[in-house]
Structure formats: structure tokens, C-alpha cells
């Protein structure tokens, strides 16, 4: 009987790429939500920044999820990527 399952038996996929760190998780959606803030004619830099000092969400708007992306991220980690890339 193991002899007719061995055909049977599915192989394990290995994973080839390297994973997704939290910077880059971080920079892919700072790029989406700037693209969806300025599809929507606001700015992107102000509606971010009034979003990081006051921690209030209505600053991003909802539109195509941007709000929602937004809300996954850590703040400490969006600001320490924001001064990480502005100094180098």
C-alpha cells in the first residue's frame, strides 16, 4: 500500500526569493498611497505629513485604499524610513 502512494506524494516548493523586509514593505506602500494622493489632486507630502504629526487618518484620503494601506504601517517605522532616505 505505501508503495502505491509514493507517486502520490507532492513536493515542497522552495522559496527563491529573498523575503520582503519591513523597509521595503514601507517604501511599496508610501508609493502607493503618493500615487492615490495625487490621482486625487491633493498633496502628497502635506496629507502625509499632517497624517504622521497628528496621527489622525482623515489626513489620507480613502480613495482606492490608500486610508486603509496607511493603517498598516508602523509610524515609527514610516518616519525612520522617511529620515533614512532623506539622508542618504
Do not use: C, F, W
Not at 39 to 52: C, E, F, H, S
Not at 59 to 71: D, F, K, Q, S, V
Amino acid at each position: 500500500m505505501a508503495d502505491q502512494n509514493l507517486e502520490a506524494t507532492g513536493r515542497i516548493p522552495i522559496q527563491t526569493e529573498e523575503p520582503i523586509t519591513q523597509e521595503d514593505e514601507v517604501r511599496r506602500i508610501l508609493a502607493q498611497v503618493v500615487d492615490i494622493i495625487r490621482r486625487n489632486g491633493r498633496d502628497p507630502v502635506r496629507a502625509i505629513t499632517d497624517y504622521l504629526l497628528s496621527e489622525d487618518p482623515a489626513h489620507i484620503p480613502p480613495h482606492e485604499g490608500a486610508r486603509a494601506l496607511m493603517a498598516k504601517l508602523d509610524r515609527d517605522a514610516v518616519l525612520r524610513e522617511l529620515v533614512v532616505h532623506y539622508l542618504h
